[in-house]
T-cell receptor
């Protein structure tokens, strides 16, 4: 099956510093990846859609200058939390979209394969 | 606005029994619905997808139903095992491949 990795799995940083999180699709190419944030006992909240070769699109209420997303290749998307503050502490999860098929009678199921998540703690 | 609701209360059942989880949605007509499993501190893992023209889908001990009239999906785990203990999330597809998730139901299967 499709495998998505994230690095690091956890990070602790001081307030005001920037943190970069990597998301990689290991055995397939993903033109679209998604970044989510999850607070304890809550559901996943979509932050942004990362498209290879173009700018990310952000959900309403998500600051694009604070959460920088780069999707430089078909297997890598990065999320940089700039000038992190304690309220940014959360569990960040990426996912890669099941690539669409065509011409063979099959259609994409839009299944997403999720990374294991990155626990960010800002002191 | 689109809303997905899952039973927020944890579900505790005895090993061997069938667990039934509910997912209700409003203001939406999804082409399909997905169920995921999430273990603590981990990302969700895809389990099953059911399309709007399918009433039921099965995979091993898992069964999902989809009632577009009631706007409800039921997720069943038969012959449940302690290893099935996790949080189960339902998700609906928005445009552009985006998923909206319910808040999840925590299942605990006691030996």
């Amino acid at each position: 099956g499709a495998v998505v990795s994230q690095h690091p799995s956890w990070v602790i940083c001081k307030s005001g510093t920037s943190v970069k999180i990597e998301c990689r699709s290991l055995d397939f190419q993903a033109t679209t990846m998604f970044w989510y944030r999850q607070f304890p006992k809550q559901s996943l909240m979509l932050m942004a859609t990362s498209n290879e070769g173009s700018k990310a699109t952000y959900e309403q209420g998500v600051e694009k200058d604070k959460f920088l997303i780069n999707h430089a290749s078909l297997t890598l998307s990065t999320l940089t939390v700039t000038s992190a503050h304690p309220e940014d502490s959360s569990f960040y999860i990426c996912s890669a979209r099941d690539p669409p098929y065509g011409g063979h009678g099959e259609t994409s199921t839009d299944t997403q394969y999720f990374g294991p998540g990155t626990r960010l703690t800002v002191l | 606005s689109q809303k997905i609701e899952q039973n927020s209360e944890a579900l505790n059942i005895q090993e061997g029994k069938t667990a039934t989880l509910t997912c209700n949605y409003t203001n939406y007509s999804p082409a399909y619905l997905q169920w995921y499993r999430q273990d603590p501190g981990r990302g969700p893992v895809f389990l099953l997808l059911i399309r709007e023209n399918e009433k039921e889908k099965r995979k091993e001990r898992l069964k999902v139903t989809f009632d577009t009239t009631l706007k409800q999906s039921l997720f069943h785990i038969t012959a449940s095992q302690p290893a099935d203990s996790a949080t189960y999330l339902c998700a609906l597809l928005r445009g552009g491949g985006k998923l909206i998730f319910g808040q999840g139901t925590e299942l605990s299967v006691k030996p």
